[in-house]
C-alpha cells in the first residue's frame, strides 16, 4: 500500500524528497490498514462478542444506543465521511453491551461503504446475531464528497435508514423510536 502511495504522490508531480511527504507512504497505508479498513477483518459476531440473555419481561421494549460517532470512507471517491449513528433494536433471545453496538457501527464504517450499506448492514447484523424481531440503524453524515466536490454544499447533511422485522413497517414501534429520537436535547428534529 506504502509502494502504491509513493507511485500516486509521484505521479501526481510531487517531490518526495519534501521533508513533509518523506513518509507520507508509510503514514498513509498505516492509517488507511489500521483505521480505514480495518473492519474487513471483523464479523458481527466477533465485534458484538459475549451476548447475554435477554431479560424476560424485555418482548417488545426498545433499546436504544443515540449519537455513536462513526467516520468512513465513500468507496465511489475514497473521500471520507463523519456522523453520528442511532442504533435500536428489540431483544428477541439476546442482548449485548452498549459499547458493543459502537463496535459494530465502527467495523461496518472502516470499510469502503456507501452510507446507505453501512446503515442496512448495522440492522441486519443485530438483527440476525440477537435474534431480534425488530432493528433500526438511522446514520446523520457529512460527506465530503458532497461538501468539497461539485457546487460545494457545505452544509449538507445527509441521512440513511435502515429497518429489519417489525421496524420495517411504520407502526407504532417505529414513531416510539423516531419520538425517542425527536426528544434528545440539541437535536434538529
Not at 446507505?116 to 448495522?122: C, K, N, S, Y
Not at 454544499?153 to 435502515?162: I, K
Request: aromatic share 6%.
Amino acid at each position: 500500500m506504502a509502494r502504491a502511495v509513493r507511485d500516486f504522490l509521484t505521479a501526481a508531480g510531487l517531490d518526495l524528497q519534501d521533508v513533509n511527504l518523506v513518509d507520507t507512504p508509510t503514514r498513509v497505508a498505516d492509517v488507511w490498514a489500521n483505521g480505514f479498513l480495518d473492519g474487513y477483518g471483523r464479523t458481527p459476531e466477533e465485534v458484538l462478542g459475549k451476548t447475554y440473555p435477554a431479560p424476560a419481561d424485555s418482548s417488545g421494549e426498545l433499546v436504544v444506543v443515540t449519537d455513536l460517532r462513526f467516520h468512513s470512507m465513500c468507496p465511489h471517491h475514497l473521500l471520507p465521511f463523519t456522523g453520528r449513528a442511532h442504533v435500536a433494536y428489540v431483544p428477541g433471545s439476546r442482548v449485548v453491551g452498549f459499547g458493543r453496538i459502537g463496535a459494530l457501527v465502527d467495523s461496518f464504517a472502516h470499510r469502503l461503504i456507501l452510507q446507505e450499506d453501512l446503515a442496512r448492514q448495522v440492522a441486519r447484523s443485530l438483527a440476525r446475531v440477537l435474534g431480534s424481531p425488530a432493528t433500526a440503524c438511522i446514520l446523520e453524515a457529512e460527506q465530503a464528497c458532497l461538501r468539497l466536490r461539485a457546487d460545494h454544499q457545505r452544509d449538507a447533511v445527509t441521512h440513511a435508514e435502515a429497518y429489519e422485522g417489525r421496524l420495517r413497517r411504520d407502526g407504532p414501534l417505529r414513531r416510539e423510536l423516531w419520538a425517542r429520537l425527536g426528544a434528545r436535547p440539541g437535536t434538529g428534529r
